[in-house]
C-alpha cells in the first residue's frame, strides 16, 4: 500500500466518506465490535470535521478513497489521567476508518505512517489516540506501529484506550 496518499478531504469526497463510515459501523457490528453507532460518528460530525479542515483521507489510485480520519490538537478531559511519556506538541488522531472492502490490505498502516509523516513535517513530537478496547483489529495494529497504552478512558461505549507514540 506504498502509493496511497493522504490529502485533506473535499466536500466531492463527503458521499464515499459517509459510505465508508457507516458500512465500518454495520462491519464492526456484525463483528461483535459496539465501537460506533447512529451517534457517533455522524455525518454532521464528519461535516465539521471537513469545514475546520481537519478530515484527510487516504486516497490510492485505481481504487479511489479508502479510509478517513480526523487530525487535531483537541482532546477529552479524560486524556489528561493518562501517563504521557511523550513530548509537546502532540496531534490527536480521531475517528481514524477503513472501508471494510479494504480492510487486512495495509491500508490503515499506510495511512498512519502518512499521519506520521504528517506530523513530523508540522514539528510534532508526539501522536495521541483512543482505542477501543473491544476492537482488537485497531488495537494489535496500533501495538505494532509502536503505540503504547497510557491510560485508560470509560465513555459512551464502554473502556478505551489511551495511546501515544513518540516521534522523536
Known amino acids: ?7 485533506l478531504a473535499t466536500s466531492g469526497d463527503m458521499e464515499t466518506v459517509y459510505a465508508i463510515f457507516r458500512d465500518a459501523v454495520d462491519h ?4 461483535g465490535i459496539p ?3 447512529e451517534v457517533y460518528p455522524t455525518p454532521a460530525i464528519l461535516q465539521e470535521d471537513l469545514a475546520r479542515g481537519e478530515l484527510y483521507v487516504a486516497d490510492v489510485p485505481c481504487d479511489g478513497v479508502l479510509a478517513a480520519v480526523v487530525l487535531n490538537e483537541q482532546c477529552d478531559p479524560d486524556y489528561d489521567a493518562a501517563a504521557w511519556e511523550g513530548g509537546q506538541p502532540y496531534v490527536i488522531v ?9 480492510q487486512g ?3 490503515g498502516r499506510a495511512l498512519m505512517a502518512a499521519v506520521e509523516e504528517w506530523a513530523k513535517a508540522r514539528g510534532y513530537a508526539d501522536i495521541r489516540l483512543d482505542a477501543f478496547s ?7 495494529m ?3 506501529l509502536g503505540y503504547v497504552k497510557r491510560g ?3 465513555w459512551r461505549k464502554g473502556l478505551f484506550y489511551l495511546m501515544e507514540k513518540p516521534l522523536a
Open 35 to 37: 465501537q460506533w453507532d
Open 142 to 144: 496500533y501495538t505494532r
Open 28 to 31: 464492526m457490528n456484525r463483528n
Open 105 to 107: 490490505k495495509g491500508v
Open 134 to 140: 473491544q476492537n482488537p483489529h485497531a488495537l494489535r
Open 152 to 154: 485508560e478512558a470509560s
Open 94 to 102: 480521531h475517528r481514524l476508518c477503513v472501508s471494510p472492502y479494504a
Open 1 to 7: 500500500m506504498g502509493d496511497l496518499t493522504m490529502r
